[in-house]
């Protein structure tokens, strides 16, 4: 190797900037993940020490991901990307962007179950949707440190199985909400904006998957993936 080669130098100092950005995609998804378990434990038992930990969590995320998107910007600037570097570069903008909404959902989600004191009150569909979405995380941050465009496709399939549950959450709330008492209504309709909340968290999960596909394939996903994977 040529050490005088400005291209390869390039090329060493770009291929380095790139591993450290999916490095600090890949805490940050580590945070939210926490963010998501955090939930989880705030539909069966409640702490104060949840509430506060989570909004913790979730500013530590927002200002990692200011820096990812500063550290971008710079390799934007400053390199000379190939497309593949592009796609990974305008990925992990809209990944960490992705993952900052999930740890602020998350963070509104414990602060609501915290309201209610009687947990029995909670869907048990709210703590499979919560879980599900844990896991599904997980594995979409498997898929894009790995670069597996498999394990991303069937995490938007995963996808669609969690809103058949929203849905039935949403049904489950309502149907309740003519029946019970005055005092019972404000509660569901604090578990209806969780319901949509988890929703939003599973889309968002769903949009990573996505981005994933995109960076590793150079494809954009349509939805005839969903039967057709290339």
Not at 183 to 205: F, H, K, M, N, P
Request: glycine fraction near 2%; charge should be negative.
């Amino acid at each position: 190797m040529d050490s005088n080669n400005p291209y390869l130098t390039t090329r060493i100092t770009l291929t380095r900037e790139l591993n450290r950005l999916k490095e600090s995609v890949f805490n940050i998804g580590e945070s939210s993940c926490q963010c998501l378990s955090m939930v989880v434990s705030s539909f069966t038992v409640y702490s104060d020490f949840l509430e506060s930990k989570s909004i913790e969590t979730y500013k530590s995320v927002s200002n990692s991901s200011e820096i990812v998107e500063n550290d971008c910007l710079t390799i934007l600037s400053l390199q000379q990307p190939l497309l593949r570097d592009l796609r990974m570069v305008v990925g992990v903008l809209k990944i960490a962007s992705y993952l900052t909404r999930i740890a602020s959902y998350s963070s509104k989600l414990v602060k609501i179950s915290g309201m209610i004191e009687d947990k029995s009150l909670i869907p048990s569909e709210l703590i499979t949707i919560a879980e599900s979405c844990q896991l599904m995380l997980s594995d979409v941050l498997k898929a894009f440190n790995s670069g597996s465009v498999e394990l991303a496709l069937e995490l938007v399939k995963k996808d669609e199985q969690i809103h058949l549950l929203h849905d039935s959450s949403l049904q489950k709330i309502i149907k309740r909400m003519t029946k019970e008492k005055a005092e019972l209504v404000e509660i569901d309709a604090q578990l209806l904006t969780s319901v949509r909340l988890l929703e939003r968290i599973g889309d968002s999960i769903a949009s990573i998957a996505k981005e994933v596909y995109f960076i590793y394939s150079g494809k954009k996903f349509h939805d005839s993936h969903h039967n057709n994977p290339e």
